[in-house]
T-cell receptor, first 113, second 114 residues
Framework: NAGVTQTPKFRVLKTGQSMTLLCAQD?????MYWYRQDPGMGLRLIHY???????AKGEVPDGYNVSRLKKQNFLLGLESAAPSQTSVYFC????????????FGNGTRLTVT | AQSVTQLDSHVSVSEGTPVLLRCNYS??????LFWYVQHPNKGLQLLLK??????LVKGINGFEAEFKKSETSFHLTKPSAHMSDAAEYFC????????????FGSGTRLQVQP
């Protein structure tokens, strides 16, 4: 019963490098999300997807891109990492009903030097 | 637009005493409200959810929350704190618009003293 799985768990990048974070869910959820967590700011929505092949911007999308080629996977890309992107990133998935909760992965801790 | 406000950034209690974490919400309709808990260096775990079926909601690990429409509040309580309850707690509302995203409060860090 894996739920939501994020890889990698930790990563250190130099400024300007690129990387992709992978999120996979096995609950057949339509909706998937990427959040970032910074001290004192709760979680903020980066991008989201309401179904396979669809993506949309959240509150803080600048510097990130996403893709959802398969229903179970949602990828978050950083094309040119900046120190301001040092954060903990969480992926979540959920059903379309707004009464249902979201399920979260365990997070990816990213440091950009 | 919906929002939630957690009234305390930090709460400290002694083990065995009651816990109260306060949350106010702003919504023009009947909201879907949740409490999540995050232990240090861990992911977010659902504690409980309110979805209009009952105003008093029971969650895991002995936590409860009461939805009070007149006060626009959804406070989280537990009769007796355990050391293992030390964590960060988030009050959250889920949107009924297209994105169905969660909007998080800024969090309350619960410290439990022995």
């Amino acid at each position: 019963n894996a739920g939501v799985t994020q890889t990698p768990k930790f990563r250190v990048l130099k400024t300007g490098q690129s990387m992709t974070l992978l999120c996979a869910q096995d609950m057949n959820h339509e909706y998937m999300y990427w959040y970032r967590q910074d001290p004192g700011m709760g979680l903020r929505l980066i991008h989201y997807s309401v179904g396979e092949g669809t993506t949309a911007k959240g509150e803080v999308p600048d510097g990130y891109n996403v893709s959802r080629l398969k229903k179970q996977n949602f990828l978050l890309g950083l094309e040119s990492a900046a120190p301001s992107q040092t954060s903990v990133y969480f992926c979540a998935s959920g059903m379309s009903s707004y009464n249902s909760p979201l399920h979260f992965g365990n997070g990816t801790r990213l440091t950009v030097t | 637009a919906q929002s939630v406000t957690q009234l305390d950034s930090h709460v400290s209690v002694s083990e065995g005493t009651p816990v109260l974490l306060r949350c106010n919400y702003s919504s023009s309709y009947s909201p879907s409200l949740f409490w999540y808990v995050q232990h240090p260096n861990k992911g977010l775990q659902l504690l409980l959810k309110y979805t209009s079926a009952a105003t008093l909601v029971k969650g895991i690990n002995g936590f409860e929350a009461e939805f009070k429409k007149s006060e626009t509040s959804f406070h989280l309580t537990k009769p007796s704190a355990h050391m293992s309850d030390a964590a960060e707690y988030f009050c959250v509302v889920r949107s009924d618009t297209g994105r169905r995203a969660l909007t998080f409060g800024s969090g309350t860090r619960l410290q439990v003293q022995p």
